[in-house]
């Protein structure tokens, strides 16, 4: 199962909107809407923002937003904050009923 | 207050053997499916393995990458999962997370543990 594709970084100003995209195939992303989004900072376990394509888990801001348009995903952060500078990995269910993570975005608030 | 610990990392030989368990607490551990993930240093992350509940006959998937070297396994008795890692390579050096969420299936993450680090060299 290959790994699901992510930009390397991304960078944005504090209030500025930023969108990470995350490109699978039909037997993963494009397949099911099962896919989410965490949140890493350094030297701490990744944090879960976005299940199910766009629902939010409790306790989780509404400036991270999730969609999803054929084999593509994507996670926008908005009003962003200096603390929101961190990797950034989304992950699918895949049709082999395995899962499979993106490579990760570094976010660099400017 | 949701807990996973893990415990049982450690520095072994190419080849050996090594197995972590993870212990749950604060949440209804026999209901949900149970992952470990791994991330080598300074790496991205990479899905291990799943095993599901009693219900779903406690069915295991693994990565293609330790398909036949590593087993997953539960008991709901003492709420603590476990990965055994045979034929370890170095390639297996990595924090081994182990997550879980609130629901059955768990197709995301909601809980993860803080970690344990396997490390393999000679």
């Known amino acids: 199962q290959s790994a699901l594709t992510q930009p390397a970084s991304v960078s944005g100003s504090p209030g500025q909107s930023v969108t990470i995209s995350c490109t699978g195939t039909?037997?993963?992303?494009?397949?099911?809407?099962?896919v989410s989004w965490y949140q890493q900072h350094p030297d701490k376990a990744p944090k879960l923002l976005i299940y199910e394509v766009f629902k939010w888990p409790s306790g989780v801001s509404s400036r991270f937003s999730g969609s999803k348009s054929g084999n593509t995903a994507s996670l926008t952060i908005s009003g962003l904050q200096a603390e929101d500078e961190a990797d950034y990995y989304c992950s699918s269910y895949t049709r082999s009923n395995s899962f499979v993570f993106g490579g990760g975005t570094r976010l660099t608030v400017l | 207050e949701v807990q996973l610990v893990e415990s049982g990392g450690g520095l072994v030989q190419p080849g050996g053997s090594l197995r972590l368990s993870c212990a749950a607490s604060?949440?209804?551990?026999?209901?949900?499916?149970l992952h470990w993930v791994r991330q080598a240093s300074g790496k991205g992350l990479e899905w291990v393995a799943r095993i599901r509940n009693k219900a779903n006959n406690y069915a295991t998937i693994y990565s293609t990458s330790v398909q036949g070297r590593f087993s997953i396994s539960r008991d709901d008795s003492k709420n603590t999962a476990y990965l055994q890692m045979n034929s370890l390579k170095a390639d297996d050096t990595a924090l081994y997370y182990c997550?879980?969420?609130?629901?059955?299936?768990?197709?995301?993450?909601?809980?993860w543990g803080q970690g344990s680090l396997v490390t393999v060299s000679s």
């Open positions: 997550t879980s969420c609130s629901g059955t299936n768990c197709y995301a993450s909601e809980f």
């Open positions: 039909s037997s993963d992303v494009g397949g099911y809407n099962l």
């Open positions: 604060g949440f209804t551990f026999s209901d949900s499916a």
